[in-house]
């Protein structure tokens, strides 16, 4: 039986490897000075635009799927974090630390990793939307590109010029990360 959360069909989708980035045995492995660097730099564009908070490696709630799922999902993660999540409107509160959010973001980020599968990545988006994320980008480090989602088989491939998403209301430069 398929999981149906908001109209989209999350298929056979194996949620208890979702965000996993590599096989066990390559988990020390794991880092990538290109995929660090355009967090920060993807970050740091959203940190100048007022109306968007953006956050790294933040654990969204997903344990709602658990719920509204017949299915037994004793070994389904209860967050994802994506890349960079994108917040409109949320304040940041140095007194009062948030460590997992069922608020979802408006923007959710991932960044392909040099041993990750894009199939893995589309995955998650499924997941994202299914919960409410409006919008998802998926960054190709190697082909300086970057495919803007606005449903899971719904995207646009910036490869040259702006980047433009207006869910977000943001139009990006690309040089401006790929530089």
Not at 80 to 109: E, T
Request: hydrophobic residues 45%; negative net charge; glycine residues 4%.
């Amino acid at each position: 039986m398929a999981l149906v959360l908001e109209n989209i069909d999350l298929g056979n989708i194996d949620l208890k490897n979702i965000d996993e980035e590599v096989a066990p045995e390559e988990l020390a492995e794991m880092g990538s000075f290109n995929h660090g660097y355009l967090q920060l730099k993807i970050g740091a564009y959203f940190l100048s635009l007022p109306h968007l908070t953006p956050t790294s490696e933040f654990s969204l709630d997903i344990s709602e799927i658990a719920k509204l799922s017949e299915i037994e999902w004793t070994q389904t993660p209860n967050s994802l974090d994506p890349d960079i999540a994108v917040y409109l409107g949320w304040s940041v509160d140095f007194n009062n630390d948030v460590l997992r959010s069922k608020q979802m973001p408006a923007l959710a980020i991932e960044i392909l990793s040099p041993r990750q599968g894009v199939q893995t990545l589309v995955d998650k988006f499924r997941v994202y939307f299914a919960l409410g994320v409006q919008s998802c980008w998926l960054v190709y480090p190697y082909a300086q590109a970057i495919a803007v989602y606005h449903a899971p088989d719904d995207f646009t491939l910036f490869a040259q010029g702006d980047l433009v998403d207006d869910v977000v209301d943001v139009n990006l430069p690309l040089n401006e990360i790929f530089s």
